[in-house]
Each structure stands twice: as structure tokens, then as C-alpha cells.
């Protein structure tokens, strides 16, 4: 029969190992943290199978599952010596999912479960404490409710606000016994009121109620949401465990804490954390409370007044610095960890690898492999490349003026300028309209992750460094400034008040997650600088890797930016580009506009100097490195006005009446320009544009060799190439402009003549290709539209729908399909080795910049990967990933 049920704690382990795919990582660690000595609260886990069994079958659960389950509650009621149910000293669980991956806040959790009208009794007799029972049955009957009944959680939320502003108390804590018996009643009203029925008092019930809800979580729709950001396939599921209660709000001897074995904003080997006396998990997590400082060195920095656990409790404290380094050397990673001291005793009810910043992650993947801790094998791929986007972006100009209007605690580092905005749904709308915004929330939820992914920052009013709002932003990369304690928001108002001022929706504020500060405008900004950590281990990683790491890139300052960046070439220049400059433009319509060879002519010698200057340009930032620049590929009437008020100004500038360019531009009017009069197709017809263009290129490449003596090596590239006979001629036409150049000048250069794969039929016809071609460039972008028929353009509107129900497993625009456009890619590469064994390869579509494109790249053993600038360090480093991976 089989297993679905991993018991863990009092020295008992079913044999999970372990393993995280079958016990999720929350249950996979609290089996290893119980391995080896660590006080865990004992417990069970229903495997991740189980969920997908849950969901094929109509929301139900395995026969044999029953029995499991009471065998896991037995194993507790025996370690811990209570009883699941028993009104004179019961037993309480926590009910928490955990799938294999951390997704934190985006599933369900209910504690304090087997609470109810008898049980309550018994836990205040037990306890010594009845203020303590009743405040658990209400934080109880609300986290069910929410959770497991579907109910409004506002409604209990002002049932708790009333009872404080009636009894004039400012905090939670100053309820007493008799005031939480009270609102018990009131929530229990509650209940019969949203719900038809009184509130469950079987315990039992209660539990397979909340396993039922914390499965039904995997697809609630923050859930899948973050799975999409975060490319978390669907069909993983998640695990539920079931765990004995520990309590953190049992007095002054008791709490509750958030922590994490090295700082995760800056990587310091340093603890790291907040901790609240008298509470529970829920308070530190959601940002209810302010907390505490872990350390007194953390609390001094800050100049704050409470005590530090190091302070407060100090044995508690002593013993948490142990259990932190131990976890380290048995995970050998820096770890995140909730903890709760129960009457002075210490329990780890989780640990699991933290989430940090790219910053934070270079540090301590360096410092790691330096103390001997990991090898520079693992720290190299310790480090998500697409992480290292927020090291490659400018930040707050030091120098600038700054408005400040507050300051709250840094939770996430960057910073950001935007359009305030107060809800998640319009922080979407706006960007979605190409706004910079930066969300404002009292505090952020799991139903803000969509608000929170379109927003550039993220400004919360209450919580700490471990809130909500501050790890989803970090493992976003999103800078977040949490705590800002003096705003009054007024949500409804769509405002905040602070300092006497006040900012509405749509003024700009600027927020700097590395100093916490709030301020009113735009900020400018400072290129980052990137040496240390980060120099460090993209020297390990280029060591390891062996595909090359170009860059698209058609300016001189997108050249430099590449190269500091560790590009090494040029994967693809797009002459087009050059051909919109304002002062160019006129020349390029007279070409098109000209009846004959000899006017297009004409046109063309007034942009040769011009095409020359730039390349000579791109030439001496990439001295002594390829460049792949490919000819002109949009189709002609792109160059041409489109709208009726152009026409008259246009045709005046080109010296020609306004109905000649009307008659010009309709002839050139495609219905399906993508699939047009374009790329290759321009040149056999009008042969004499790529002559120019080859004249520019190979004129600029002498001139810049004969300058600097570091010779440049052009590649030139033919696009949207089907026949071999396409390409033939077009090297006719290169050559032809090369060898003149050479004669001229009296010196010759390296050089190649290849073409963009961009059609199926070039890949399948890649052999034949490859007999004149000297590389192939994979154009991933428009092979990807023209394999699969899917315009890039338009496929926003259901290509997310695609992925959601699993057509494909990511945008196909993002990272290669690998089935179908990856297939002909590699039937290419395998056709043109055969015809030309030397024959260069790589890609040079978006795709080059994503981690999991470039491990395709790495199995089909291209050559090199092209990336836009700012991709480049992404690029090295995932491709000395993939080529680790790969042994």
C-alpha cells in the first residue's frame, strides 16, 4: 500500500530522508532538523502526491489516507502526553503547507487547531493561564474561519477593534481574560451569521477541514500568481503538515521569532532578526505588531528602546545561536527560521534556506566557499544570474537633494521612483499603461503579489524586516521600505499624511530600500559599481564556462555598458536602427522613393559616411572582438510616414510632391510585414543597400585597424535566409564591396559572411545553407513566431492563458520552446556542423539573456549566446552554470 504519511520528532522518522519533492521543504527540514537533536515539535506529513490525487479527483482523498492520518495524530498525542481532543489537557496543532520549493505567505496556515468550547477549558486549567486559552480560541475561531470557512476576515477584525476602543486600550495585549471570552461569543455570532452553521466544536473535523483548505491553497490565485513569477511548475503540489502547538504567548517567559543565520539584505555573516515577547508566529510574519531586535548589537544600531532577545532572554538566546550554527554546517547554506520559546524553552518549528538579495547571495556564496564551507563550484551556482539583475541597475544618486518625508526600515535594497498608488489592482492597471509606481499600503498580503510584482517598489506603514512585504520584495528584487510608522494612510482616499504634508495617488515619491528613506519626487540616479563579491565569483564563474557571452547592442554606449559588463562581442548589430536617426532619415526616403537604381544610389552615398562613422564607432569599443551586424532587415515602408499629418512634411524634406509619397507608401503597404518584403528579400531585390552597408562595414573595419592596430572581426549577417541561393547571392554582393574596399585601402581584414536563422526552412535546409554560410546566428525571437504562428506582438493576449493551463510550460517569447523551436535548432546546428565542421553558431534573440535558454544553448553545444547589456553578467554566469550542470 502506499505511503502517504511521514511521521517526524520524539525520535521517530518514517523514512522522508529528506526528500524534499516527496515531504515539501518545510517537512523534509523538520524531518532533518528532528535527525539531528534539534527540539522539534512533534508531528506529521501527508506527502506532496497526496495533492495531486486531492485535485484528480474532485477534491477528495485517498481511502487509505484516514488511517494514516490518525496514526500521525496518535504518534503526537504519545510524545507529547495530550490528547487530540481531550477537555482536560488537550492537544493543539498547527496545520501548515510547505511545498518544494519556499512560497512564502502565498499558501494557508491554521493554528491553535482542536480548540472549542470544552477544550478551551482545559487548556486554561492546564496552562495556569486563562487569558492565554482565550485569546488562542479566538485567534483561532478567526485564522479557521479566514482560512478553512471562506469567511470575511474584516468582519472579526473590527469585532477585535471595537473591543479595544470601547475598553480604551491602544494594544491587543491589554484584552484580558474575561475581554476574550467576550469576543469569543461575538465570533462565534459571526460565524452563524456568514455561515449558516455554528462553528465546528469536532476536532476532527476541524482538522481534515483545514488539511482540505491548505490543498485547496495550492490554487488559490496568489499561489499561481507566484508560481508564474517564479516559474514553479503547477503540478508540483504541496505538502500539509501537522504539528503539536508550541506557544509563544504564554506571558513574559514566552515568544516568538523570525530569524535568519546571516543578514539576507547584505549578506554579513551576522544574525539576523525580530522577536516578539508574549505573541504568536503570526504577529512577527503579518506585520501586526512592531518587533523587537534579535541582537542587542542590531538594536543599538538602530537606537531602539525595547530589549534585544539577546538581552530579555538571554538562555533562550545562547541556545539560538548554538541550534544557528549547527543548521548551517548540516544545510551549509544560510537559513531562515521560525522559533518559538514556550515558558523558556526553546522549539524550531521551521528552517529552510533563506531568501536574500542578489547582493546578500554574491556575499555569501563568496564568503561561504572562502571559509571552506562550500566549494567555488557550488557558490557559482548558489547565485540565481537572473538575481543579479537588481546589482546591474543605477541607484539614489548620493549627491542629489533629497525631500524626505519619512524613513522606515530598509527591507529590501534598491530604489525606485514612481506614481504613488494605494491598491494592488490600479498599481497593475498602471503599469500594464507603462507607469513606474511604487505601491503604499498600510501592509501588503498574499492577494497583493500582483500588485507587488508591477509595482518598481513597495512602501508599507507597519511591519518589520521579515513582514510580508519585505521578503516577497527581496526574493522579487523589488526595493522595499516596510515600518514607516508616521504614514496615515488613507486608502480610501487614495492618500497619505506625514509631516503635515500630504501625497494622493499619482504624485511621484522616490524610495531607497538601502536607507529606508521615503521622499517626494524623482531621485536621480548612480550607475552601480560592480567589483567585490560580485568580481569575485564572475571570475570563478568564467573560469567554468565554456560558451562566450555576446551582447545585442548598436551604440557606442551600449558597447561600453556590454563590455564592462564582460561581453565578448557583438552577437547582433541592427543596422535599422541606425537608419531612424532624425538627420538620416530624409536620405533613406529618397532611396525608397527613387524610381531607379542610379537615384537610389544617389541616396545611399549620402548614408555611407554616416553607417561608416557609426560602425567605426562600434569597432573601437570592441577592438580585436567579433561583431555580427546584420544587414537591413524591416521592410521598406517602415521608413515611411503612416500618419496623414506626416505626409505633407515628409514629402517636402525629400524634395517630391505629397501624392508621389502617397502612390510610393501604398505600393509598399504590406498586409503581413513580418512575412514580407524584408530582410534578405531587400537585398536580392535591391542589391546596391547591402553594398553600402558592406562598403561601410569593411571601410570602418580598416580604418579602425590601421588606428589602433587591434583589427576588429565583422560578421555579416543576412537575415530571414530560406534558400541556399539567397544567401549566395547576397555573399556575392559582400564580398564583391569587401574586396574593393581591400583594393583601395590596401589592406585586408578577417571576416565572415553568415546569416540569421530565423525560418524553419533554413533549419531544415541548414546543410545546404552552411555550404556559403560561415555562421549561423538562431534569430530565437522570430523563429519562435514563425514555428509556432504566433505573432510576438499580439500573443500577450492569451499566451498567459497558454501557460496557466499548461499548453507551455513558460512564454515561449521569454525562454525557447525547447520542443519545437529548440528542436530545429539543434537539427541545424547538427546539419550545418555536417556541410562546414568549423562553422560558428549561436543565438541572438532575447532568449540569450535567459538562464534556461542559455542551458539549451550549452546542450546543443552552440558557440556563443548574444544577451542585451544589461544580460550579459546573467548570461556568464548561467552558462557557467549550465556547464556545470552539464558534467
Given at each position: 500500500m502506499t505511503q502517504y504519511v511521514y511521521r517526524f520528532g520524539g525520535g521517530v522518522s518514517d523514512g522522508g530522508n529528506g526528500d524534499k519533492n516527496l515531504l515539501g521543504g518545510k517537512g523534509a527540514n523538520l524531518d532533518g532538523m528532528a535527525s539531528i537533536g534539534l527540539p522539534v515539535p512533534p508531528g506529521f506529513t501527508i506527502s506532496t502526491p497526496v495533492c495531486a490525487l486531492y485535485y484528480d479527483s474532485g477534491e477528495t482523498f485517498p481511502e487509505s489516507l484516514k488511517a494514516e492520518v490518525a496514526t500521525g495524530v496518535t504518534h503526537i498525542e504519545g510524545v507529547t502526553g495530550k490528547k487530540f481532543g481531550d477537555a482536560a489537557d488537550p492537544l493543539l496543532v498547527s496545520v501548515r503547507s510547505g511545498a518544494r520549493v519556499s512560497m512564502p505567505g502565498m499558501m494557508d496556515t491554521v493554528l491553535n487547531l482542536g480548540l472549542n468550547d470544552a477544550t478551551v477549558v482545559g487548556l486554561a486549567q492546564v496552562s495556569g493561564d486563562d487569558r492565554f486559552a482565550w485569546d488562542s480560541y479566538r485567534r483561532f475561531i478567526q485564522m479557521y474561519s479566514d482560512v478553512v470557512l471562506g469567511l470575511d476576515h474584516g468582519r472579526f477584525e473590527e469585532a477585535l477593534e471595537i473591543a479595544k476602543e470601547d475598553n480604551g486600550y491602544n494594544l491587543d495585549t491589554e484584552l484580558t481574560a474575561a475581554d476574550w471570552q467576550k469576543l469569543v461569543a461575538e465570533y462565534k455570532a459571526i460565524v452563524e451569521e456568514l455561515w449558516g452553521k455554528p462553528f465546528p466544536q469536532d476536532v476532527h473535523d476541524q482538522l481534515w477541514g483545514a488539511i482540505g483548505a491548505v490543498f485547496g491553497s495550492w490554487q488559490s490565485e496568489r499561489a499561481k500568481v507566484y508560481r508564474r513569477l517564479n516559474d514553479i511548475p503547477g503540478d508540483w503540489g504541496t505538502a500539509?503538515?501537522?504539528?503539536?502547538?508550541?506557544?509563544?504567548?504564554?506571558?513574559?517567559?514566552?515568544?516568538?521569532?523570525?530569524?535568519?543565520?546571516?543578514?539576507?539584505?547584505?549578506?554579513?555573516?551576522?544574525?539576523?532578526?525580530?522577536?516578539?515577547?508574549?505573541?504568536?508566529?503570526?504577529?512577527?510574519?503579518?506585520?501586526?505588531?512592531?518587533?523587537?531586535?534579535?541582537?542587542?548589537?542590531?538594536?543599538?544600531?538602530?537606537?531602539?528602546?525595547?530589549?534585544?532577545?539577546?538581552?530579555?532572554?538571554?538562555?533562550?538566546?545562547?541556545?539560538?545561536?548554538?541550534?544557528?550554527?549547527?543548521?548551517?554546517r548540516h544545510y551549509r547554506d544560510m537559513q531562515d527560521i521560525e522559533f518559538t520559546v514556550e515558558r523558556g524553552k526553546l522549539w524550531m518549528l521551521q528552517t529552510r534556506s533563506g531568501k536574500r538579495t542578489a547582493k546578500a547571495a554574491l556575499k555569501i556564496a563568496v564568503?561561504?566557499?572562502?571559509?571552506?564551507?562550500?566549494?567555488?563550484?557550488?557558490?557559482?551556482?548558489?547565485?540565481?544570474?537572473?538575481?543579479?539583475?537588481?546589482?546591474?541597475?543605477?541607484?539614489?544618486?548620493?549627491?542629489?537633494?533629497?525631500?524626505?518625508?519619512?524613513?522606515?526600515?530598509?527591507?529590501?535594497?534598491?530604489?525606485?521612483?514612481?506614481?504613488a498608488v494605494f491598491d494592488s489592482d490600479t498599481a497593475e492597471k498602471r503599469a500594464a499603461a507603462g507607469d513606474a509606481v511604487i505601491l503604499?499600503?498600510?501592509?501588503?498580503?498574499?492577494?497583493?503579489?500582483?500588485?507587488?510584482?508591477?509595482?518598481?517598489?513597495?512602501?508599507?506603514?507597519?511591519?518589520?524586516?521579515?513582514?510580508?512585504?519585505?521578503?516577497?520584495?527581496?526574493?522579487?528584487?523589488?526595493?522595499?521600505?516596510?515600518?514607516?510608522?508616521?504614514?496615515?494612510?488613507?486608502?480610501?482616499?487614495?492618500?497619505?499624511?506625514?509631516?503635515?504634508?500630504?501625497?494622493?495617488?499619482?504624485?511621484?515619491?522616490?524610495?531607497?530600500?538601502?536607507?529606508?528613506?521615503?521622499?517626494?519626487?524623482?531621485?536621480?540616479?548612480?550607475?552601480?559599481?560592480?567589483?567585490?563579491?560580485?568580481?569575485?565569483?564572475?571570475?570563478?564563474?568564467?573560469?567554468?564556462?565554456?560558451?562566450?557571452?555576446?551582447?545585442?547592442a548598436e551604440t557606442p554606449l551600449d558597447c561600453r555598458t556590454a563590455r564592462e559588463f564582460g561581453a565578448e562581442g557583438v552577437g547582433l548589430c541592427r543596422t535599422e536602427h541606425m537608419f531612424f536617426d532624425g538627420a538620416r532619415i530624409t536620405a533613406v526616403r529618397q532611396m525608397i522613393l527613387a524610381s531607379d537604381e542610379k537615384g537610389r544610389r544617389a541616396a545611399l552615398d549620402k548614408l555611407l559616411p554616416e553607417q561608416r562613422s557609426d560602425f567605426v564607432e562600434i569597432f573601437e569599443v570592441m577592438a580585436g572582438l567579433p561583431v555580427t551586424i546584420r544587414l537591413l532587415d524591416p521592410p521598406l515602408h517602415e521608413f515611411l510616414p503612416h500618419e496623414e499629418n506626416e505626409f505633407e512634411d515628409v514629402a517636402r524634406a525629400a524634395g517630391i510632391d505629397v501624392e508621389t509619397l502617397r502612390r510610393r507608401a501604398a505600393e509598399l503597404h504590406e498586409f503581413n510585414p513580418m512575412l514580407g518584403h524584408r530582410g534578405c528579400r531587400l537585398g536580392v531585390t535591391y542589391p546596391e543597400i547591402y553594398e553600402m552597408q558592406a562598403r561601410a562595414i569593411f571601410e570602418a573595419a580598416v580604418a579602425v585597424a590601421e588606428k589602433s592596430g587591434a583589427a576588429p572581426i565583422p560578421e555579416v549577417m543576412i537575415p530571414l535566409v530560406a534558400t541556399r541561393r539567397e544567401l549566395e547571392l547576397m555573399k556575392i554582393v559582400v564580398d564583391k564591396a569587401a574586396q574593393a574596399v581591400f583594393a583601395d585601402?590596401?589592406?585586408?581584414?578577417?571576416?565572415?559572411?553568415?546569416?540569421?536563422?530565423?525560418?524553419?526552412?533554413?533549419?531544415?535546409?541548414?546543410?545546404?545553407?552552411?555550404?556559403?554560410?560561415?555562421?549561423?546566428?538562431?534569430?530565437?525571437n522570430?523563429?519562435?513566431?514563425?514555428?509556432?504562428?504566433?505573432?510576438?506582438?499580439?500573443?500577450?493576449?492569451?499566451?498567459?492563458?497558454?501557460?496557466?493551463?499548461?499548453?507551455?510550460?513558460?512564454?515561449?517569447?521569454?525562454?525557447?520552446?525547447?520542443?519545437g523551436v529548440g528542436e530545429l535548432i539543434s537539427l541545424a546546428a547538427e546539419r550545418g556542423r555536417a556541410t562546414r565542421p568549423e562553422i560558428k553558431l549561436g543565438i541572438c534573440g532575447e532568449h540569450g539573456g535567459d538562464p534556461a535558454s542559455i542551458a539549451f544553448c550549452e546542450a546543443t553545444r552552440l558557440d556563443y549566446v548574444s544577451a542585451s547589456p544589461y544580460r550579459v553578467p546573467i548570461a556568464r554566469l548561467a552558462a557557467a552554470q549550465a556547464a556545470l550542470k552539464a558534467k
Amino acid at each position: 500500500m502506499t505511503q502517504y504519511v511521514y511521521r517526524f520528532g520524539g525520535g521517530v522518522s518514517d523514512g522522508g530522508n529528506g526528500d524534499k519533492n516527496l515531504l515539501g521543504g518545510k517537512g523534509a527540514n523538520l524531518d532533518g532538523m528532528a535527525s539531528i537533536g534539534l527540539p522539534v515539535p512533534p508531528g506529521f506529513t501527508i506527502s506532496t502526491p497526496v495533492c495531486a490525487l486531492y485535485y484528480d479527483s474532485g477534491e477528495t482523498f485517498p481511502e487509505s489516507l484516514k488511517a494514516e492520518v490518525a496514526t500521525g495524530v496518535t504518534h503526537i498525542e504519545g510524545v507529547t502526553g495530550k490528547k487530540f481532543g481531550d477537555a482536560a489537557d488537550p492537544l493543539l496543532v498547527s496545520v501548515r503547507s510547505g511545498a518544494r520549493v519556499s512560497m512564502p505567505g502565498m499558501m494557508d496556515t491554521v493554528l491553535n487547531l482542536g480548540l472549542n468550547d470544552a477544550t478551551v477549558v482545559g487548556l486554561a486549567q492546564v496552562s495556569g493561564d486563562d487569558r492565554f486559552a482565550w485569546d488562542s480560541y479566538r485567534r483561532f475561531i478567526q485564522m479557521y474561519s479566514d482560512v478553512v470557512l471562506g469567511l470575511d476576515h474584516g468582519r472579526f477584525e473590527e469585532a477585535l477593534e471595537i473591543a479595544k476602543e470601547d475598553n480604551g486600550y491602544n494594544l491587543d495585549t491589554e484584552l484580558t481574560a474575561a475581554d476574550w471570552q467576550k469576543l469569543v461569543a461575538e465570533y462565534k455570532a459571526i460565524v452563524e451569521e456568514l455561515w449558516g452553521k455554528p462553528f465546528p466544536q469536532d476536532v476532527h473535523d476541524q482538522l481534515w477541514g483545514a488539511i482540505g483548505a491548505v490543498f485547496g491553497s495550492w490554487q488559490s490565485e496568489r499561489a499561481k500568481v507566484y508560481r508564474r513569477l517564479n516559474d514553479i511548475p503547477g503540478d508540483w503540489g504541496t505538502a500539509v503538515n501537522v504539528q503539536a502547538m508550541v506557544f509563544g504567548n504564554m506571558g513574559g517567559t514566552s515568544a516568538t521569532g523570525v530569524a535568519f543565520t546571516r543578514d539576507p539584505a547584505k549578506g554579513d555573516n551576522a544574525y539576523y532578526g525580530e522577536f516578539l515577547i508574549n505573541a504568536q508566529g503570526e504577529d512577527v510574519v503579518a506585520g501586526i505588531r512592531t518587533p523587537q531586535y534579535l541582537t542587542k548589537a542590531a538594536r543599538e544600531a538602530a537606537g531602539a528602546k525595547p530589549l534585544s532577545m539577546e538581552e530579555a532572554m538571554p538562555e533562550a538566546y545562547a541556545e539560538l545561536a548554538r541550534v544557528f550554527d549547527q543548521l548551517e554546517r548540516h544545510y551549509r547554506d544560510m537559513q531562515d527560521i521560525e522559533f518559538t520559546v514556550e515558558r523558556g524553552k526553546l522549539w524550531m518549528l521551521q528552517t529552510r534556506s533563506g531568501k536574500r538579495t542578489a547582493k546578500a547571495a554574491l556575499k555569501i556564496a563568496v564568503d561561504m566557499a572562502s571559509e571552506g564551507l562550500i566549494t567555488q563550484d557550488e557558490a557559482i551556482l548558489r547565485v540565481d544570474p537572473m538575481a543579479l539583475d537588481q546589482l546591474l541597475h543605477p541607484t539614489l544618486d548620493p549627491s542629489a537633494t533629497r525631500d524626505v518625508l519619512t524613513k522606515g526600515l530598509p527591507a529590501s535594497p534598491g530604489a525606485a521612483s514612481g506614481f504613488a498608488v494605494f491598491d494592488s489592482d490600479t498599481a497593475e492597471k498602471r503599469a500594464a499603461a507603462g507607469d513606474a509606481v511604487i505601491l503604499v499600503r498600510v501592509e501588503t498580503s498574499p492577494e497583493d503579489i500582483h500588485g507587488m510584482h508591477a509595482a518598481k517598489g513597495i512602501l508599507t506603514a507597519r511591519g518589520g524586516m521579515t513582514s510580508h512585504a519585505a521578503v516577497v520584495a527581496r526574493g522579487m528584487g523589488r526595493p522595499c521600505v516596510s515600518g514607516a510608522g508616521t504614514l496615515a494612510i488613507v486608502a480610501r482616499e487614495k492618500l497619505f499624511r506625514v509631516g503635515g504634508r500630504e501625497v494622493r495617488e499619482g504624485d511621484t515619491i522616490t524610495i531607497d530600500g538601502a536607507t529606508g528613506e521615503v521622499m517626494f519626487g524623482a531621485v536621480p540616479t548612480v550607475q552601480p559599481e560592480l567589483s567585490g563579491d560580485f568580481g569575485t565569483l564572475m571570475q570563478w564563474a568564467d573560469a567554468k564556462r565554456r560558451l562566450k557571452v555576446r551582447t545585442n547592442a548598436e551604440t557606442p554606449l551600449d558597447c561600453r555598458t556590454a563590455r564592462e559588463f564582460g561581453a565578448e562581442g557583438v552577437g547582433l548589430c541592427r543596422t535599422e536602427h541606425m537608419f531612424f536617426d532624425g538627420a538620416r532619415i530624409t536620405a533613406v526616403r529618397q532611396m525608397i522613393l527613387a524610381s531607379d537604381e542610379k537615384g537610389r544610389r544617389a541616396a545611399l552615398d549620402k548614408l555611407l559616411p554616416e553607417q561608416r562613422s557609426d560602425f567605426v564607432e562600434i569597432f573601437e569599443v570592441m577592438a580585436g572582438l567579433p561583431v555580427t551586424i546584420r544587414l537591413l532587415d524591416p521592410p521598406l515602408h517602415e521608413f515611411l510616414p503612416h500618419e496623414e499629418n506626416e505626409f505633407e512634411d515628409v514629402a517636402r524634406a525629400a524634395g517630391i510632391d505629397v501624392e508621389t509619397l502617397r502612390r510610393r507608401a501604398a505600393e509598399l503597404h504590406e498586409f503581413n510585414p513580418m512575412l514580407g518584403h524584408r530582410g534578405c528579400r531587400l537585398g536580392v531585390t535591391y542589391p546596391e543597400i547591402y553594398e553600402m552597408q558592406a562598403r561601410a562595414i569593411f571601410e570602418a573595419a580598416v580604418a579602425v585597424a590601421e588606428k589602433s592596430g587591434a583589427a576588429p572581426i565583422p560578421e555579416v549577417m543576412i537575415p530571414l535566409v530560406a534558400t541556399r541561393r539567397e544567401l549566395e547571392l547576397m555573399k556575392i554582393v559582400v564580398d564583391k564591396a569587401a574586396q574593393a574596399v581591400f583594393a583601395d585601402k590596401g589592406r585586408t581584414i578577417e571576416y565572415l559572411v553568415g546569416t540569421m536563422i530565423e525560418l524553419p526552412r533554413a533549419a531544415l535546409r541548414a546543410g545546404e545553407i552552411a555550404e556559403v554560410g560561415e555562421f549561423f546566428s538562431f534569430g530565437t525571437n522570430d523563429l519562435t513566431q514563425t514555428t509556432l504562428g504566433v505573432s510576438r506582438d499580439d500573443a500577450a493576449r492569451f499566451l498567459t492563458t497558454y501557460v496557466e493551463k499548461g499548453i507551455y510550460a513558460r512564454d515561449p517569447f521569454v525562454s525557447i520552446d525547447v520542443e519545437g523551436v529548440g528542436e530545429l535548432i539543434s537539427l541545424a546546428a547538427e546539419r550545418g556542423r555536417a556541410t562546414r565542421p568549423e562553422i560558428k553558431l549561436g543565438i541572438c534573440g532575447e532568449h540569450g539573456g535567459d538562464p534556461a535558454s542559455i542551458a539549451f544553448c550549452e546542450a546543443t553545444r552552440l558557440d556563443y549566446v548574444s544577451a542585451s547589456p544589461y544580460r550579459v553578467p546573467i548570461a556568464r554566469l548561467a552558462a557557467a552554470q549550465a556547464a556545470l550542470k552539464a558534467k
